[in-house]
């Protein structure tokens, strides 16, 4: 049944000489292949960048992750004027940051057997995790002190001065990248390969 304003609508259609069709047309053949080919030049375009993400290109952004977390928590540290650390799972490749000051008799780095360490009175903020398929091989902070497995513990002053170490990862193709992290003034270069930290070679991007 049609309403009275239908009605109304329908005769100012006819006096203009316009015809309305309440008939659903369906998708020509035509018209489905149109959309075939625009999805296919979607799908041409899509593939290089899914190409990207390949195991190297996983380990490189593994290593800026890290940095990004180290350079946020040590201007954690300076805009607070608060201490800040940062605790690394070797084993689950997890890492996060923790706030507040640490316990007397805290060394600036140190390593904790039980990942299951809890802090009295500090804030923990929210885990982050390697990519799929890397991990990490070790934390070196001298070559007495390197670290293959435990939880790692890097406590951040007031200032942003923390021990200067090099963080070395590696993928399911055995390829390595080392992080090395300037704590005295918070800078950061990525290497190919383990570069232990006692050895320098030229950085592939200083940052």
């Known amino acids: 049944m049609i309403r009275p304003e239908n009605r109304q609508f329908l005769k100012i259609c006819n006096r203009s000489g316009l015809r309305l069709s309440y008939r659903l047309r369906a998708f020509s053949l035509v018209e489905l292949l149109v959309v075939v080919i625009i999805l296919s030049l979607i799908l041409l375009i899509a593939v290089p960048r899914l190409d990207s993400l390949t195991p190297r290109t996983r380990l490189q952004a593994a290593a800026r992750e890290l940095a990004v977390t180290i350079r946020q928590a040590r201007e954690q540290a300076i805009l ?14 997890e890492y996060w940051i923790v706030l507040g000051k640490p316990d007397e008799g805290t060394n600036s780095f140190f390593i904790e057997s039980s990942t299951g360490l809890q802090e009295l009175g500090r ?85």
């Open 80 to 93: 607070t004027s608060t201490h800040t650390g940062l605790r690394f799972d070797i084993h689950r490749g």
């Open 123 to 207: 804030e923990r903020l929210t885990r982050r995790r390697l990519p799929r398929g890397v991990r990490f091989v070790d934390l070196e902070f001298s070559r007495d002190a390197i670290f293959p497995s435990g939880l790692v513990g890097l406590e951040i002053t007031p200032m942003g001065v923390f021990s200067s170490c090099s963080m070395h990862l590696v993928n399911e193709e055995d390829s390595e990248v080392t992080l090395r992290v300037n704590g005295l003034v918070g800078t950061f270069n990525y290497y190919d390969g383990y570069q232990p930290l006692d050895v320098f070679e030229p950085a592939l991007t200083p940052k």
